[in-house]
């Protein structure tokens, strides 16, 4: 059974910065790609970032630039620097993993961005 394990939500000032982290345990025989989703109250969940097993990456157009995926093999983990926080980046964030024939995801982190 694989599980995916978030870490690194809470409460930050606009502009701010966060550092979410997601690990991966169980039987893991290959990555296709891991990533991070977000769901805001009220709205449908979105694709924030991914990254491949060959750590090609692709970001949503509202957070290129302030957002940073990357991906530590060895550990299957995957990280996701926020920098720049804006009050609209406000919601729980969800980790994906991408296997052969499977989707996982972790049971999310709230993000919230407020003065």
């Known amino acids: 059974q694989v599980q995916l394990v978030e870490s690194g939500g809470g409460l930050v000032q606009p502009g701010g910065s966060l550092r979410l982290s997601c690990v991966a345990s169980g039987t893991i025989f290959m990555i296709y790609s891991m990533g991070w989703y977000r769901q805001a109250p009220g709205k449908q969940r979105e694709l924030v970032a991914t990254i491949t097993s060959t750590s090609n990456t692709n970001y949503a157009d509202s957070v290129k630039g302030r957002f940073t995926i990357s991906r530590d093999a060895a550990k299957d983990t995957v990280y996701l620097q926020m920098n720049s926080l804006k009050p609209e980046d406000t919601a729980v964030y969800y980790c994906?993993?991408?296997?052969?024939?499977?989707?996982?995801w972790g049971q999310g982190t709230q993000v919230t961005v407020s003065s």
């Open positions: 994906r993993l991408r296997v052969p024939m499977a989707n996982y």
